[in-house]
């Protein structure tokens, strides 16, 4: 082998000694690369340690904590009014209903009223005629007659058993016969009194042949079942009127929630035909016994202020009010909705909550209801620390609650799964949070 050969070979290696070289340069620099993308990356995370279930933890970086203003605090115990729901109806006590009928049977003339007419006690609502009402009122005429002459009989039998001329037994028949004809009269005048007519008013003269058919009590027609032309009796209701004043609510209450009860608390509810609308009622008397075969107990409540548009029979839902209690609460802000559910969000990295003003100091976490993130300088605003670790980002997890009472910006909460009592959540900032989980904002692993 000569020389050049060699020296050609040696050239050969080096050349491909470098080519190797750079190569191995290129990658590394391209793989150091990728690592400081993946790094110094902003991106959202949503992930979930069990795969086989949907994603229910976002982790936010500190850049987008600040651009949405999300806030942090701690559950917290709030006294709010808590309410019961129960179902009922309307009702109107027996005693304020009343059915219109004639004490005399015949047909009907005239009607004076329809559905929903008001009527006052005593206002002629129909009137009636038959033959046995003028036969009713001649009686009553002739009685007047017999009595008059039964009278000027036993006035004559007396002075002639006073001058020993007549027989104690023709007076005694005399006056016999007075007292059985002035039962009959009374027993008449009370009859046609019934009718309506006075028994003053009658004479040959003025033999009325139609009677009155008067409304017992003041109310609204609330069903009309005579006709013009038909004949009625005491067993044919004309028409039925409802005092609606009396108009009081029955509400449904299971056995369980009785102890909650008790007389005088508020209930508002509302009717089915028109749920926009809220009426009020108080609780006046609680029932003893089971409503048929259910194991409900009605709770009888009196209906106050306006009842227009209130109906014996409707179906309400009400809402009694209980005495404050206290419960776990958190701003109205710090909870979703999605599909059908409500969620808050907890917390899941080593985290503190603090408030930091605006002069930079660093203070204790105060309640809840005075976290906000505002942009005025002067106001505190409530920031959070992560671990070291983790650069500055935090992990949200979703928690399903059901909602409570809202009171005062404030919604009581009862979580599904059992979280700590002194754990911290999302107070503002949840719909964000929830879109990044749903995945309108953030990438799911």
Excluded: W
Excluded at 58 to 87: C, D, F, M, P, Y
Excluded at 95 to 122: D, H, Y
Excluded at 356 to 379: I, Y
Aim: charged share 20%; net charge negative; aromatic share 4%.
């Amino acid at each position: 082998m000569t020389y050049t050969k060699i020296f050609n070979y040696r050239i050969a290696a080096l050349l491909f000694s470098g080519l190797l070289l750079v190569i191995s340069t290129v990658a590394c620099s391209n793989s150091g690369s990728e690592k400081g993308s993946s790094s110094n990356s902003a991106a959202t995370e949503v992930h979930d340690d069990d795969h086989g279930k949907e994603a229910s933890v976002a982790t936010l970086t500190s850049e987008q904590i600040q651009a949405v203003g999300v806030t942090i605090g701690k559950l917290e115990q709030k006294s709010l009014t808590a309410t019961l729901s129960a179902t009922g109806y309307l009702k109107v006590p027996n005693s304020n209903k009343a059915i219109i009928t004639s004490m005399f049977g015949g047909i009907i003339q005239t009607l004076n009223v329809e559905v929903g007419t008001m009527v006052r006690k005593g206002q002629v609502v129909a009137t009636i005629a038959h033959p046995q009402l003028i036969q009713l009122q001649e009686e009553y005429l002739t009685l007047n007659n017999r009595i008059t002459f039964a009278e000027r009989e036993q006035q004559r039998q007396k002075e002639l058993y006073e001058g020993n001329v007549g027989a104690l037994k023709n007076l005694q028949g005399a006056e016999t016969e007075l007292a059985s004809l002035r039962v009959r009269r009374a027993s008449v005048q009370q009859q046609i009194r019934l009718m309506g007519i006075d028994p003053k008013t009658v004479s040959n003269e003025n033999l009325l042949s139609e009677v009155k058919v008067v409304s017992p009590i003041t109310g609204k027609i609330s069903a009309v079942y005579g006709k013009i032309g038909t004949y009625t009796d005491v067993a044919s209701p004309v028409a039925e009127v409802v005092d609606n004043s009396s108009l009081h609510l029955d509400l449904n209450v299971f056995e369980k929630d009785l102890s909650l009860l008790k007389v005088g608390q508020l209930v508002n509810f509302t009717v089915t035909n028109n749920p926009q609308r809220t009426y009020t009622a108080k609780v006046s008397s609680i029932s003893s016994s089971f409503a048929n075969d259910s194991k409900t107990v009605p709770v009888h409540c009196t209906v106050s202020g306006d009842k227009s548009g209130l109906i014996d029979g409707t179906n309400v839902t009400g809402a009694v009010s209980l005495t404050n209690v206290l419960s776990l609460a958190v701003p109205s802000e710090a909870i979703v909705d999605e599909e059908g559910k409500s969620y808050i969000f907890l917390v899941r990295n080593n985290l503190s909550a603090s408030t930091t003003h605006s002069d930079g100091d660093m203070h204790d976490d105060k309640p809840v209801n005075k976290e906000r993130a505002v942009s005025d300088k002067h106001e505190k605003k409530t920031t959070v620390s992560g671990s070291a670790n983790n650069g500055g980002a935090i992990s949200f997890e979703r928690v399903e609650v059901v909602r409570g009472v809202s009171q005062v910006g404030y919604t009581a909460i009862t979580p599904i799964p059992e979280i700590p009592a002194d754990a911290i959540i999302a107070t503002r900032g949840a719909f964000f949070i929830n879109a990044q989980i749903s995945g309108e904002g953030g990438h799911a692993h």
